[in-house]
T-cell receptor, first 112, second 116 residues
Framework: DAKTTQPNSMESNEEEPVHLPCNHS???????IHWYRQLPSQGPEYVIH?????VNNRMASLAIAEDRKSSTLILHRATLRDAAVYYC?????????????WGAGTKLIIKP | KAGVTQTPRYLIKTRGQQVTLSCSPI?????VSWYQQTPGQGLQFLFE???????NKGNFPGRFSGRQFSNSRSEMNVSTLELGDSALYLC???????????????FGEGSRLTVL
């Protein structure tokens, strides 16, 4: 079964970069890696996704290992508003039944 | 542009009752997905509807059902409620669904169901 493993929590200082790791050793060739974050009392919010190559957008960067068994979400300069639970997710293709398989998430704590 | 709207936000039911939750997607979005979020199991996929048809389904019992209307609004129903159904139920809309490589789902704030 497709599965992701993340640290339960991480701490970082404000205005410093944050690297959030994710292991997905059972990933298959067609599985996309997605990241969402969930702020307190809100629904999840899309952050970034990728397949094989590293990806950048205005929110973050996604670095994908060459063997695709792990990835890292990079927040270049964390602010207090980035404090949230970050989910690493695999989008799997079960005979055209696409599902997002969510990890348990990493609670990111930002210290002022 | 209005976001995803879920109603009701909070509700309390007793075991054996049934419940219907509603989701209005972002205008123009044809896909609506439903998720259950609990502290123990995290976020789990329930089902996805696209243009009034159920396109994908997770591993939940038949007590969980849904439908989508011609205006893309969706409802999910849980019958014969159990204590373990207490959860935050999240709805997400997207332009082309979870199968599209563009990827982005837009979530509502959820409906928090408590079963006593």
């Amino acid at each position: 079964d497709a599965k992701t493993t993340q640290p339960n929590s991480m701490e970082s200082n404000e205005e410093e970069p944050v690297h959030l790791p994710c292991n997905h050793s059972t990933i298959s060739g067609t599985d996309y890696i997605h990241w969402y974050r969930q702020l307190p009392s809100q629904g999840p919010e899309y952050v970034i996704h990728g397949l094989t190559s590293n990806v950048n957008n205005r929110m973050a960067s996604l670095a994908i290992a060459e063997d695709r068994k792990s990835s890292t979400l990079i927040l270049h300069r964390a602010t207090l508003r980035d404090a949230a639970v970050y989910y690493c997710i695999l989008r799997v293709d079960l005979r055209s039944n696409y599902q997002l398989i969510w990890g348990a998430g990493t609670k990111l704590i930002i210290k002022p | 542009k209005a976001g995803v709207t879920q109603t009701p936000r909070y509700l309390i039911k007793t075991r054996g009752q049934q419940v219907t939750l509603s989701c209005s997607p972002i205008s123009g979005h044809r896909s609506v997905s439903w998720y259950q979020q609990t502290p123990g199991q995290g976020l789990q996929f329930l089902f996805e509807y696209f243009s009034e048809t159920q396109r994908n389904k997770g591993n939940f019992p038949g007590r969980f059902s849904g439908r989508q209307f011609s205006n893309s609004r969706s409802e999910m129903n849980v019958s014969t409620l159990e204590l373990g159904d207490s959860a935050l139920y999240l709805c997400a809309s997207s332009l082309r669904g979870q199968g599209a490589n563009t990827g982005e789902l837009f979530f509502g704030e959820g409906s928090r169901l408590t079963v006593l």
